[in-house]
T-cell receptor, first 114, second 112 residues
Framework: ETGVTQSPTHLIKTRGQQVTLRCSSQ?????VSWYQQALGQGPQFIFQ???????GRGNFPPRFSGLQFPNYSSELNVNALELDDSALYLC?????????????FGSGTRLTVV | AQRVTQPEKLLSVFKGAPVELKCNYS??????LFWYVQYSRQRLQLLLR??SRESIKGFTADLNKGETSFHLKKPFAQEEDSAMYYC??????????????FGQGTILTVHP
């Protein structure tokens, strides 16, 4: 059984650029969520995907978008990067029918915007 | 809106001492609460959930709906308990089912 893998582990981008972060869900998990964790803060929910459709979104602007693929891998895209987007981005997957106990988290991608 | 508050950013105790990490929540429905832990250089992982009422690594947490609290307790802290602890509340209905709202976290340090 594989866990959740995220790539890249670290990334440095310039303000105004676009970035794509990738996540491979744990085998058997068909729901994926993305969280943003700013330094010293708890993770904040960005959005959730199930069956390749977004089915929940947190308080993030539209320049944060995502995709889920048939193999349940997913992407988080952020356009027009701002300095405040610097954070650790966590991907978490779970199987249908499970709640908070079913989450498996990835190690995260550390994004720095300069 | 749902909210989770962990009032202590840092908590230090000595080995063998009791420890309590505080968590308060705000939620209009029936809450489902969790404690997650992140050890150094490891990923976030589930410690326990209130529904199961089990003890994991000696930790317990009781949901108190009257005080809207879900404090994490351990009678005798161990050095290996040193970690970041997050209290989290599950959105169990409507859109964003499965969304977790996290507190800001408490860094627990257990001194020898």
């Amino acid at each position: 059984e594989t866990g959740v893998t995220q790539s890249p582990t670290h990334l440095i981008k310039t303000r105004g650029q676009q970035v794509t972060l990738r996540c491979s869900s744990q085998s058997g998990h068909n729901t994926v969520s993305w969280y943003q964790q700013a330094l010293g803060q708890g993770p904040q929910f960005i959005f959730q995907y199930y069956r390749e459709e977004e089915n929940g979104r947190g308080n993030f602007p539209p320049r944060f978008s995502g995709l889920q693929f048939p193999n349940y891998s997913s992407e988080l895209n952020v356009n027009a990067l701002e300095l405040d987007d610097s954070a650790l981005y966590l991907c978490a997957s779970r199987a249908t029918g499970t709640g908070g106990e079913g989450y498996t988290f990835g190690s995260g991608t550390r994004l720095t915007v300069v | 809106a749902q909210r989770v508050t962990q009032p202590e950013k840092l908590l230090s105790v000595f080995k063998g001492a009791p420890v309590e990490l505080k968590c308060n929540y705000s939620y209009s429905g029936s809450p489902e609460l969790f404690w997650y832990v992140q050890y150094s250089r490891q990923r976030l992982q589930l410690l326990l959930r209130h529904i199961s009422r089990e003890s994991i690594k000696g930790f317990t947490a009781d949901l108190n709906k009257g005080e809207t609290s879900f404090h994490l307790k351990k009678p005798f802290a161990q050095e290996e308990d040193s970690a970041m602890y997050y209290c989290a509340l599950l959105n169990a209905g409507g859109t964003s089912y499965g969304k977790l709202t996290f507190g800001q976290g408490t860094i627990l340090t257990v001194h020898p």
